[in-house]
């Protein structure tokens, strides 16, 4: 489960607002079901949502401090990544280890150079990655393309998770300009740039796909 390390400030606050997805993408309903494979098939168990893999992060805090490296531990059972989203500081290292039957083709398709593909085998040792850099990165499974991991690496302890109205709350935020980031789904899909903390609640709007690409030309 996501958490905000506080900071202590000498003007401090609370940035809260809500995610308003598209309408496809607004479901937090798991999933089951079989995937057939050579051999037979295997069952599906997914987890969460679009929602669940959802956070706001606040960029450009002054003085904020990143947070320290860890080593966070992802299980592949059932066809489906647990937990699909990790929110860790730089240097951090992934531990993926295959508990389910079939073997798994991973990589971060986007930034091949900091993972590149490799087989993890059912029961094999775990595959351990390290991300130094902050940014978002997606690991992959080239046979298997719904598993997703998104892996957001930030230099700031100010970030949160949509709950399931997609609400949030980022609190001991300190007052001044920061760039607001919304994560979900292996991508970046807003940024707003926010000045000062607790004053009102914002409403960001995810556009769609389909409103992208309609939108029209501005000279």
């Known amino acids: 489960m996501l958490s905000v390390i506080p900071t202590p400030a000498a003007h401090a606050g609370t940035v809260k607002g809500t995610v308003k997805l598209p309408e496809a993408a607004r479901s937090t309903r798991a999933f089951h079901g079989y995937w057939r494979v050579e051999n037979g098939v295997v069952p599906v168990q997914t987890s969460g949502g679009v929602k669940a893999e959802t956070v706001v992060v606040l960029d450009k805090v002054k003085g904020a401090k990143a947070l320290p490296a860890r080593t966070v531990t992802i299980e592949l059972q059932a066809l489906d990544a647990r937990p699909r989203l990790v929110v860790a500081g730089p240097g951090s290292?992934?531990?993926?280890?295959?508990?389910?039957?079939?073997?798994?083709?991973?990589?971060?398709?986007?930034?091949?150079?900091?993972?590149?593909?490799?087989?993890?085998?059912?029961?094999?040792?775990?595959?351990?990655?390290?991300?130094?850099?902050?940014?978002?990165?997606?690991?992959?499974?080239?046979?298997?393309?719904?598993?997703?991991?998104?892996?957001?690496?930030?230099?700031?302890?100010?970030?949160?998770?949509?709950?399931?109205?997609?609400?949030?709350?980022?609190?001991?935020?300190?007052?001044?300009?920061?760039?607001?980031?919304?994560?979900?789904?292996?991508?970046?899909?807003?940024?707003?740039?926010?000045?000062?903390a607790g004053k009102d609640e914002l409403t960001i709007k995810v556009a769609s796909t389909h409103d992208k690409e309609n939108k029209p030309a501005t000279e």
């Open 93 to 196: 290292v992934i531990e993926i280890k295959n508990g389910g039957k079939v073997r798994h083709e991973l990589s971060t398709p986007d930034t091949p150079k900091i993972m590149p593909l490799e087989t993890l085998a059912p029961g094999a040792p775990p595959r351990r990655q390290r991300f130094d850099a902050p940014g978002g990165y997606v690991i992959r499974d080239s046979e298997y393309p719904h598993i997703m991991i998104s892996v957001i690496i930030v230099d700031s302890p100010y970030y949160a998770a949509v709950d399931e109205k997609g609400s949030f709350e980022i609190k001991n935020v300190p007052d001044g300009t920061a760039t607001l980031k919304v994560w979900t789904r292996g991508k970046w899909v807003a940024e707003q740039d926010i000045d000062g």
